[in-house]
């Protein structure tokens, strides 16, 4: 009879050493966005967040409309319960800009810069297209002070 010591049994796991590399940098590398998001569409998901708006951006947005609808609603009638809701709420958009006004930039740095321009030479040899597009904007944005 063959007997297996506690935690000698088969083990089945995938390791992906890119995944635990990436994730160990943090959720942003330049212009490349690493996510893992289980989304229907990923690709679809993934073209939103970094051509139309971050998950941040958009929430920010979200709270902005949210917070200019309560600030517009009879709050007479409210509940205990529904009041607590809203002291809540009101207490979140306080914190964020809190945090928003702490980790605001010092400024621009040259390290900054170098890093960026690091990060458009490595996106010009994987992606031309998309090289173009954001040399267009700074370019653009620089040129119509």
Known sequence: MITKLPLSGDVSQIINPWTLWLKSL????????????????????????????????????????LDLVVSRMKLSNLTEEESASLRQFSELIKRIEEVKQDSKPSGLTLG??????????????????????????????????
């Open 26 to 65: 943090s959720q942003q590398l330049g212009f490349i966005n690493i996510t893992n998001v289980k989304s229907g569409d990923w690709e679809k998901e993934k073209e939103i967040i970094e051509d139309v708006a971050s998950y941040g951006r958009q929430l920010g947005w979200i709270i902005e409309v």
């Open 112 to 145: 900054n810069v170098d890093r960026m321009i690091g990060d458009l030479r490595a996106l010009k040899k994987r992606d031309e297209k998309a090289y173009r597009e954001i040399v267009s904007r700074i370019k653009d944005s620089l040129l119509n002070e």
